[in-house]
């Protein structure tokens, strides 16, 4: 593990969103308040330069800037000064899976190479493409419809940029290769490296892996020296500096070998100060391999919030069912999971599918191509944490095998007729010593899609549809928590924590989310009170019958009410929105039902006002100074862990 090298010792930060209407500028100004509240850090979010108009910097297009918007490399330098005048340090958010493909493409500059030369490009083994899909180009499926109705609509046209030729689409800008430029628009696209398709033809034509199932963040291979050194080169040297202290790391388990980038991030900061932003489910553990401090701290929000859930779980699951909503949470887990790698994640499935087929052929275990995509699917739907870490050419740990050998065995009893194509799957996904390309191939991008499948399956679509008790439906969290609440779970992770990371970090609140701190210890303080929360509810669900609104749907209403009021309408009708389209159940994304979500914010308008309100507003006083106990009392557990 890690030792703090920072000049100042960590022993709490402080994270500052940054954007261009709060900048480093902005940032300074509140240095001396921070300096007096006791931190010992800026925690800052990402800082390189990002996509235009960017309000949270994970959208990077450019590695060796510091954002301008921000204020530049000069701006930061400031911001360090003045903190270290006050004895606090900084800590950088780092972004080393993805880079955005912005609607002017010219403004990634690695991608842009990519897009125009091919891969004769310089830059060309910076990404994670699939160019085998479409021929040796590569699938954007970026139009708003098919290609042949934006042509005939003359909606691609024919431009310039910077003297050089370019197709423009609306906002976007696409390079033409050298010496294709001349002829119609349909004749100069079809010369490039490049395919351009409808959205919702994705599944068939997006030719790069993503971040989760956002189109517009591709990967980067960090993997390879020369792109994590490219990458990597502005923020180490400002480590070097003495600007940055320290660095949080997004979404390892998306990289080919988070393992192997921790070492070498360790060895080119000299062992800064590393955490990692890891979801640990249930008993999981971090590797003990791993060269950081810890993770952000879901861990510690998940066991903190346990310890302090009310015994009530038997009277609310009661309720839950009356409700109508899913009766177990491990049946919607999984009916989630499978509707997102059916609805969002098949151009990752597809992938996978063609190395599983080559990497079969090549062990000399043939199989025919459904039956491979059956398998993968249900492994993938029986997946329970974000990422196995095997690693080819590295001797598989048994934690990492028992996790192949608990979904293989599940997948196994789920679908029996496939069970010779599953374990046949399992066999590869464990091969570290395979020489296939294939089979390589298949074990790590195997354990790339599994985060997808987790993140989008249960936090983005579970936790918008079993909502017994919300509060507990966090990143990192547990809803199961209601069944059992054990304060000795908290102490059995301090014990552990003490001994394997202890500087690692604790947290109740960060940007990813999906309530306040604050609103889930109102929601845990009004869970005690069952009697009121059934008599909150008889008023909500009366309404919701009059509006059309389903019962399941209503009770995330109420509890959104109570945890978060009061609340504006504008505020009020995003989240509705927002969470109507994330649960997939009456609504998407997609393919939005207008009828539902106007019947839903018609609903959602009327507790904000009359006798619904009223009976909000009366109930939150009963409670009196219930909701800021446990919210003193979850700030105090996690200040003292």
Not at 76 to 94: S, T
Not at 97 to 124: C, F, I, K, S
Not at 125 to 151: E, K, N, T
Not at 515 to 538: C, F, K, N, P, T
């Amino acid at each position: 593990m890690t030792e703090t090298t920072s000049p100042v010792p960590m022993t709490g930060t402080y994270r500052l969103q940054l954007h261009a209407e709060a900048g480093f500028a902005a940032a300074q100004r509140i240095v001396p308040y921070l300096a007096d509240l006791g931190v010992s850090h800026l925690y800052l979010s990402p800082v390189l330069q990002a996509a235009p108009g960017s309000m949270h910097g994970y959208d990077v297009v450019d590695h060796t800037r510091i954002s301008a918007e921000l204020g530049g490399e000069s701006g930061l330098i400031e911001l360090a000064a003045r903190a270290h005048e006050h004895g606090l340090g900084l800590i950088c958010d780092v972004v080393p899976n993805h880079m955005t493909v912005p609607a002017a493409t010219y403004l990634n500059q690695p991608l842009w190479e990519v897009l125009r030369d091919g891969r004769d490009a310089g830059t060309a083994s910076w990404f994670d493409i699939d160019w085998d899909l479409c021929d040796g180009r590569i699938g954007l499926p970026f139009l708003g419809q098919p290609l042949d109705a934006v042509l005939a609509a003359g909606e691609l046209t024919l431009g310039d940029h910077a003297g050089d030729p370019v197709l423009r689409y609306h906002d976007q800008v696409f390079p033409i290769a050298s010496d294709t430029a001349g002829g119609a628009v349909a004749d100069v696209l079809s010369r490039q490296h490049y395919v351009l398709a409808s959205w919702r033809d994705k599944a068939e034509i997006l030719g790069y892996r993503r971040f989760f199932d956002v189109d517009r963040l591709i990967a980067v291979r960090v993997e390879l020296p020369e792109v994590f050194h490219a990458t990597h080169r502005t923020l180490i040297d400002l480590h070097r500096r003495g600007v940055i202290d320290g660095f949080r790391i997004d979404h390892p388990d998306g990289l080919t070998d988070p393992e192997d980038y921790l070492e070498r991030l360790r060895a080119a900061t000299n062992g800064a100060w590393v955490v990692v932003e890891k979801i640990l489910e249930g008993d999981e553990e971090l590797p003990r391999s791993w060269t950081t401090a810890g993770t952000t701290g879901y861990d510690a929000l998940k066991v903190i919030q346990t310890a302090l859930t009310p015994p009530t779980g038997a009277a609310l699951d009661e309720q839950w069912r009356e409700v109508g909503g899913p009766t177990t949470l491990q049946e919607t887990e999984l009916e989630s999971k499978s509707l997102v790698i059916d609805r969002l994640l098949q151009p990752e499935l597809h992938r996978l599918v063609r190395r599983a087929t080559g990497a079969a052929a090549d062990a000399g275990m043939p199989l025919e191509t459904p039956d491979v995509e059956a398998a993968l699917r249900e492994l993938l739907v029986h997946v329970s944490v974000y990422r196995a870490y095997v690693r080819p050419g590295h001797e598989p740990s048994q934690e990492a095998l028992s996790e192949l050998d608990l979904i293989t065995a599940k997948a196994c009893a789920a679908r029996p007729q496939i069970a010779p194509t599953i374990e046949v799957l399992r066999r590869l996904l464990a091969d570290t010593e395979t020489t296939s390309a294939d089979g390589r191939d298949l074990m790590v991008r195997f354990q790339q899609v599994c985060g997808p499948v987790m993140a989008k399956g249960v936090e983005d679509t579970t936790f918008y549809r079993f909502h017994r008790l919300t509060a507990l439906n966090e990143v990192g969290g547990d809803p199961a928590a209601l069944e059992g609440p054990d304060p000795a779970a908290l102490h059995l992770w301090a014990e552990a924590q003490l001994d394997s990371w202890p500087d690692g970090l604790t947290t109740l609140s960060t940007h990813d989310t999906k309530r306040d701190e604050d609103v889930r210890a109102r929601l845990l303080a009004a869970a005690e009170d069952v009697i009121g929360w059934r008599a909150l509810w008889s008023l909500v669900e009366a309404a919701a019958g009059e509006h059309g609104v389903d019962a399941p749907t209503a009770y995330l209403l109420m509890q959104t009410l109570v945890g978060a009021w009061p609340l504006t309408p504008e505020r009020l009708s995003e989240y509705l929105l927002k969470a109507a389209r994330e649960a997939k159940m009456h609504t998407t994304w997609s393919d939005p039902d207008e009828a539902y979500e106007r019947r839903l914010l018609g609903l959602g308008a009327r507790c904000l006002s009359g006798e619904l309100a009223e009976a909000i507003e009366s109930w939150l006083a009963e409670l009196g100074s219930a909701d800021r106990a446990v919210a003193l009392g979850a700030k105090l557990l996690q200040l003292t862990l």
